[in-house]
């Protein structure tokens, strides 16, 4: 299957630093990743859609210059938490539709993020 | 508003009973359902994926889509502890890769 990795899984940092996090497809491009959020008992939240070569499209609600995404090549995008604050830990997923596969989306691992 | 909505359980089955997932979605449009599993502190990893109307099966898993009522479901048989998990339904609209998921359902299968 397609395979998506994340880095780092997991971040603790103090209020106020950014924090950069990495998705990776392995195995395949993706012009397409999604980013989502998930706070402790809720479900995935997608935040916004990275597009190779293009910006961002973000859902309502979430501040574009504070999430700053980038999707640098076929197989990278990463995303930027600027000025972060103790409601920003969550768990942050990213995930790539492959082509071929219908719409299935391939998730990767998640990353825990902690603002102290 | 598009949504998805699922029983947040939870549902509470004995090992080796059929566990009964259910699933309704607003926008009529949709064409792409899924199923995923995801452990607690993990992502999810995907179950089984649907697109037409009927039953669709592999394994000890049976997903079920019925487009008229609006409605996924998905049947786990031979239920084993390992299957505890939460199950998370997403939709995704006509045209788009984008999902909408559902609250999820947390199973719990008891030994």
């Known amino acids: 299957g397609a395979v998506v990795s994340q880095h780092p899984s997991w971040v603790i940092c103090k209020s106020g630093t950014s924090v950069k996090i990495e998705c990776r497809s392995l195995d395949f491009q993706a012009t397409t990743m999604f980013w989502y959020r998930q706070f402790p008992k809720q479900s995935l939240m997608l935040m916004a859609t990275?597009?190779?070569?293009?910006?961002?499209?973000?859902e309502q609600g979430v501040e574009k210059d504070k999430f700053l995404i980038n999707h640098a090549s076929l197989t990278l995008s990463t995303l930027t938490v600027t000025s972060a604050h103790p409601e920003d830990s969550s768990f942050y997923i990213c995930?790539?539709?492959?082509?071929?596969?219908?719409?299935?989306?391939?998730f990767g691992p998640g990353t825990r993020l902690l603002v102290l | 508003q598009k949504e998805v909505e699922q029983n947040s359980g939870p549902l509470s089955v004995p090992e080796g009973a059929i566990a009964s997932l259910n699933c309704t979605y607003s926008d009529r449009g949709s064409q792409s359902f899924f199923w995923y599993r995801q452990y607690s502190g993990k992502s999810p990893e995907l179950i089984m994926s649907i697109y037409s109307n009927g039953d669709k099966e592999d394994g000890r898993f049976t997903a079920q889509l019925n487009k008229a009522s609006q409605y996924v479901s998905l049947l786990i048989r031979d239920s084993q502890p390992s299957d505890s998990a939460t199950y998370l339904c997403?939709?995704?609209?006509?045209?788009?890769?984008?999902?909408?998921f559902g609250t999820g359902t947390r199973l719990k299968v008891l030994a």
């Open positions: 997403a939709v995704s609209p006509s045209g788009t890769y984008k999902y909408i």
């Open positions: 995930s790539a539709p492959r082509s071929g596969s219908g719409e299935t989306q391939y």
């Open positions: 990275s597009n190779e070569g293009s910006k961002a499209t973000y």
